[in-house]
């Protein structure tokens, strides 16, 4: 049996995705450059049962894409939470938007649009739980912003740590994206001050506990 039976079969043994979420990722392909980048439903439910085990008053995303993550984290806040994500395309801002309406989750949903290495300094909230899902060329700096602002016990997830298996390769001279992973990812084994495992989920994704 191959790996897209398998996928096939996960899909089929766990939550149903929601129509306002199923919604989001047919406009996103019809609509949008790399909509590859989408959480999409594995990855979304993997999400929402963390948030949902955590059940964070505040989270931070870096890179709101179109929205198909903030909403799946933004399921598991507390009662007051709050989820602020940060994204630099301004272009994405109305469809992300549109369905974070959808979901009913506008209220808990704060959209910031800009650099995030611009914004997260000016932030006051301190965070439950960090999603990093944007530029890979600025992991380690996405990281070492949040790190001060995440509560002791609280975590960050990190997204495409495993790169398509790039990890394992020398990167070209030119390929600042692995190079940005392979830094973060080195960075992330080193620091002792975090408790951390990277789980083969699509593209790699870490989970790291500040102590």
Request: charged content about 30%; hydrophobic content about 40%; overall charge negative.
């Amino acid at each position: 049996m191959g790996q897209k039976e398998i996928d096939k079969y996960i899909l089929n043994n766990i939550e149903s995705e929601d129509e306002v979420l199923k919604e989001l990722e047919r406009e996103t392909y019809l609509k949008v450059l790399h909509p590859r980048m989408i959480s999409g439903h594995l990855q979304g439910q993997v999400l929402t049962m963390f948030s949902k085990m955590i059940q964070p008053e505040n989270i931070l995303e870096i890179g709101t894409f179109t929205g198909y993550s903030a909403i799946c984290l933004a399921k598991g806040l507390h009662e007051n939470g709050k989820l602020i994500t940060i994204e630099i395309d301004d272009e994405l801002e109305t469809l992300a938007k549109k369905y974070i309406v959808k979901s009913g989750l506008q209220d808990k949903i704060v959209q910031r649009i800009g650099a995030a290495l611009e914004i997260i300094p000016a932030l006051k909230e301190s965070f439950d739980l960090v999603f990093i899902d944007a530029d890979k060329r600025e992991y380690v700096a996405y990281y070492q912003a949040v790190f001060d602002k995440v509560q002791n016990g609280g975590y960050i997830i990190a997204d495409n740590t495993l790169w398509s298996g790039k990890v394992l390769e020398k990167p070209e001279a030119d390929d600042e994206q692995t190079m940005g992973i392979l830094e973060f990812n080195n960075l992330i084994k080193r620091d002792k001050r975090v408790e951390k495992v990277i789980l083969p989920l699509r593209d790699g994704m870490t989970i790291i506990r500040k102590k």
